[in-house]
């Protein structure tokens, strides 16, 4: 009831709900009650948490921040969800979002975009924006959101929370509306990198329903919060400290640098060559695969139609035109150009190169390191409206993220101190595939 009444007397302002599951949360904290009386608590009993609008949620609306899908009513609960709820989570709403999943500010949600909770006249980054500013503004404990090219960890970053992305595969996608399959994974907003393991606890495992999702034994996160970092080995890729890296971005990681250097880690000059093609090779591949998931958007099939009544083609038309907002008008164009015949070899099949380039790069600094330290984002959430006219230096936000996705490893988003005019700054830890665990450690002692 706290958390809803603080839903209520704070989204006019932030805009971070697009849904608020008053009847759902209640009954489910009814339920709680009576499992904690009866000493039958599971892990998250009675936790409030929401998840980004792009999870399905049973006979709740759906929207992936689309106009197309503002009337969709999910038919069944996707996997992540249906596991928090297993774990007695109580689910307070659905949470704003960059149409589906495309764009670092939030900016592109049909909803109005969702405002920084530490100065309403910046952005609170994207795509999971809701997410991140929820978790800020203290309207829900944690959340969930997904991760593409950084949409958990630039929005953590901007929002002083803490996101993880976890690897690729470990977290079963089923049930999330596809943005780019073969990067979009699932992961946990929250206050504390504690707060993150548990969540990742409840939702990390095999699922027969994503043919993707890794049968490996899941880990006891919250054990490994304990275990000391002395000895660890932290690289710093030359690459990630360049030109153009804000004054108070690159104080706040040194300093943090310097953190663990008196924990006792290792600090390692490294590496990763192939950096530099990091954000055009995700910009073909991300926008490729998108053209193909969001053809199935065609006024029969999901959510909204817009029948002009002249036929079949104009109804598809008609609907596309009316239901998409400009980004991922944008986005459908580039990707159907990069897959189109003639084209292909050149753009898509050279991105597929280029990703193995910069998988591999990781892979050899996995050889001389534990973790890989960097910034999240070049800059302090910035001004709502300022990057919007120029898709370009929108899409170069992410430059410090896209590459953990397209490498298909895990990375960590760690409040790491303030600017100058006090907006967080956040901190990246990259880890193996699979070691979750190494960041969260790594996290836990920072914190
Ligand atoms: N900003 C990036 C994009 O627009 C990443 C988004 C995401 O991770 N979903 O594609």
């Given amino acids: 009831e706290a958390y809803l009444r603080r839903i209520e007397a704070t989204n006019a302002r932030l805009n971070s709900y697009l849904s608020i599951c008053s009847e759902l949360a209640l009954s489910q904290a009814q339920t709680a009650d009576e499992r904690l009386a009866a000493g039958e608590a599971a892990p998250l009993t009675g936790i409030p948490l929401a ?55 939030n900016e592109n949600s049909a909803f109005g975009p969702c405002r920084n909770p530490w100065d309403p006249e910046r952005v609170p980054g994207g795509s999971s924006g809701g997410s991140a500013a929820a978790v800020a503004a203290r309207q829900a404990v944690a959340t969930l959101g997904t991760d593409t090219g950084g949409s958990i960890r630039q929005p953590a970053a901007h929002c002083g929370v803490v996101g993880l992305k976890p690897t690729y595969g470990r977290v079963s996608r089923y049930g999330v509306i596809a943005y780019a399959s073969s990067l979009d994974q699932v992961g946990p907003v929250a206050r504390t990198v504690e707060d993150c393991a548990l969540l990742l606890q409840a939702i990390a495992g095999h699922d027969h329903r994503d043919s993707t999702s890794i049968d490996c034994p899941v880990p006891d996160y919250s054990a490994a919060l304990q275990q000391k970092i002395e000895g660890l080995k932290i690289g710093l890729p030359r690459e990630y400290f360049i030109e153009g890296l804000d004054a108070d971005v690159q104080k706040a990681i040194e300093a943090a640098i310097e953190v663990y250097r008196g924990l006792g880690a290792e600090i390692v000059d490294i590496s990763l060559p192939h950096t530099d093609y990091a954000v055009a090779c995700y910009y073909l591949i991300a926008t490729a695969e998108a053209s193909s998931n969001l053809a199935r958007y065609d006024g029969v099939r999901y959510g909204r139609r817009v029948d002009p009544g002249k036929g079949l083609i104009d109804m598809y038309c ?3 035109t009316q239901g998409f907002g400009t980004e991922v008008k944008r986005r459908i164009m580039l990707g159907t150009y990069a897959l189109s015949s003639g084209y292909y070899d050149a753009y898509y099949l050279k991105a597929q190169k ?28 910035f001004g709502l409206g300022e990057k919007l006219d120029d898709p370009l230096q929108m899409y170069l936000s992410d430059i410090f993220t896209i590459p953990v996705n397209l490498a298909g490893t895990c990375g960590l988003s760690l409040p790491c101190g303030f600017s100058t005019a006090g907006l967080p700054i956040g901190l990246q830890l990259i880890g193996r595939p699979f070691a979750e665990q190494s960041l969260l450690r790594a996290g836990h002692a920072f914190q």
């Fill in 51 to 105: 998840v980004k609008d792009i999870f399905n949620l049973e006979q709740t609306r759906t929207t992936a921040g689309s106009r197309l899908l503002d009337n969709y009513v999910a038919p069944y609960d996707a996997t992540a969800v249906a596991r928090l709820k297993e774990n007695g989570a109580v689910l307070l709403g659905k949470l704003n979002m960059d149409e589906f999943a495309m764009g670092s500010s």
């Fill in 318 to 320: 008609a609907t596309r």
């Fill in 354 to 381: 280029v990703r193995t380039l910069i998988r591999d790069d990781f892979v050899r600094a996995f050889e001389q390191v534990d973790l890989i330290l960097t910034p999240v984002a070049p800059t302090p959430a």
